[in-house]
């Protein structure tokens, strides 16, 4: 038997219900967790800000020892020899690589007839074991799994979860980041702190960090994630933010890009003023719908701004960030960032994560 949290009602604490540990499927795996990670995401999906089936095995980031290979499943998706006790990670969604999204678009992350574990495989049906936030979960066949470096920890892995690879979709996809370019960043979240961390990568010559509350913002600090911050909890307006940010740019113009991960949809508006003319914009933090803002289009317009927007991430994504983590690793403490919980006590981690407590949380089953 294994321990799962499962959401029974929305807005409603989880429980922990058991389940039988089946055999690995065909071509699949079963994975003890090691690490489950807690994303703002799962916030609003307790809140009911997305559809899902109820009961729900919550946890879409996680990672684990294998315990059992399915038939078939003899190597990672990179090509690496997997084993029963290797440490791996795995994308939390299955495309059904059918659809006019993954055929004809080739954008497997706007697949609507994908399965996302922790967010709508319901846990009364079988294998029940859907999500990472329990002992054990289910990896089915076509699940991109990927063995980890030997030299990262799992805290290193969870700690930029699903953030991480949401960042190289977003980032590294469709940013043209040049040498020298003024990058800012609003949102001092996973999602905001990796993209800091990948703009620095691909040559920005400024990466500025626009966010809150105060605590989280030390905590970028310390990891070096970007060169230049900015506290809402000081600067309590727009204008004041944009002045700040104005005064670190040459000529006051503003940055050259601008990376939205608040997942505040006023930050989106915001985050036009603070675009240089020319410049890009990235709308990343906005994956649940908290409605509406009023922008004044006149501006991107004016401006001629680039604007983007980018949904989750897909496999080839996933893999990119697994691999990308020696580097990151090598120059920010992620580990430093995760606070963990027991299984148990996950309504506690939940609360403190939407009440801005920790700046990322992982469960250790």
Not at 215 to 222: D, H, K, P
């Amino acid at each position: 038997m294994a321990k799962a949290a499962v959401l029974t009602e929305i807005k409603s604490d989880l429980e922990l219900q058991k389940y039988e540990v089946p055999k690995a499927p065909p071509a699949g795996a079963v994975v003890d967790v090691a690490l489950g990670g807690i994303c703002g995401t799962d916030i609003h999906l307790c809140n009911g800000h997305l559809p899902l089936p109820l009961p729900l095995a919550m946890g879409h980031e996680a990672a684990g020892i294998i315990r059992d290979l399915g038939e078939g499943l003899t190597h990672d998706s990179v090509g690496h020899e997997l084993n029963v006790g290797d440490r791996v990670g795995w994308a939390n969604s299955i495309p059904c690589g059918e659809c006019y999204e993954c055929l004809i678009l080739g954008e497997r992350t706007l697949c609507k007839n994908r399965k996302i574990y922790g967010i709508n495989r319901p846990a009364d049906a079988a294998p029940h074991l859907n999500g990472g936030w329990g002992e054990s979960i289910v990896l089915e066949k076509g699940t991109v799994i990927v063995k980890l470096p030997d030299d990262v920890a799992f805290e290193e892995v969870i700690t930029l979860g699903c953030a991480g690879p949401t960042a190289v979709h977003g980032v590294l996809e469709y940013l043209t980041i040049q040498p020298g370019d003024i990058v800012a960043v609003q949102g001092a979240g996973p999602v905001g702190l990796a993209s800091a961390m990948f703009a620095k990568v691909m040559g920005a010559g400024k990466v500025i960090l626009i966010g809150a509350p105060t605590g989280r913002m030390e905590t970028a600090r310390q990891i070096n994630a970007a060169d230049e911050f900015i506290d809402m909890e000081e600067y309590t307006t727009p204008a004041a933010r944009l002045d700040a940010l104005r005064a670190l740019t040459p000529s006051g113009r503003g940055a050259d890009v601008v990376i939205e991960c608040a997942g505040v949809p006023a930050a989106v508006s915001e985050s036009i003023d603070l675009a240089a003319p020319n410049g890009q914009l990235l709308v990343l933090g906005q994956y649940t719908d908290h409605g509406p803002t009023p922008l004044n289009p006149h501006y991107i317009t004016k401006k001629q701004l680039k604007v983007f927007g980018s949904w989750g991430f897909s496999e080839r994504h996933y893999v990119k960030y697994i691999q990308a983590l020696p580097q990151l690793v090598s120059r920010h403490n992620l580990k430093s960032i995760l606070t963990t919980y027991k299984l148990e006590d996950v309504n506690s981690a939940l609360r403190d994560v939407a009440e801005g407590k920790v700046t990322k949380a992982a469960l250790r089953p």
